[in-house]
Nanobody, 122 residues
């Protein structure tokens, strides 16, 4: 069964760094656009950024210049490197395949994985 597997989360102090990983059991991510999302306590799941099949990236303003998404096609894995972490980055982080919609829109249609918890203390 195809399933997203996020890993590498943990607890860090503010200002620290962490790299989390995304793989998909049962199918490849090599030719897919993939988005990283997060859900903070009491909030809706939100997009953090995405990486295209060719390596082009997009980030939301709140993480721009702090977070970097990359991919290793040899390992069929997507990474999210997070620098200068803030307490407000505390959330469960998820990945998912992004499909192109009309115009410049993207959408998710596959089931979510369990995510990986990132906790940033002040």
């Amino acid at each position: 069964q195809e399933q997203f597997v996020e890993s590498g989360g943990g607890s860090v102090q503010a200002g620290g760094s962490l790299t989390i990983s995304c793989a998909r059991a049962g199918s490849s991510l090599v030719d897919k656009a993939v988005g990283w999302y997060r859900r903070a306590p009491g909030k809706e799941r939100e997009l953090v950024g995405r990486i295209g099949s060719g390596g082009d990236t997009f980030y939301v303003q709140s993480v721009k210049d702090r977070f970097t998404i990359s991919r290793d096609n040899g390992k069929d894995t997507i990474y999210l490197k997070m620098n200068r972490l803030r307490p407000e980055d505390t959330a469960v982080y998820y990945c998912n395949i992004l499909y192109k919609g009309a115009g410049s829109t993207w959408y998710v249609r596959d089931p979510w994985g369990r995510g990986t918890q990132v906790t940033v203390s002040a």
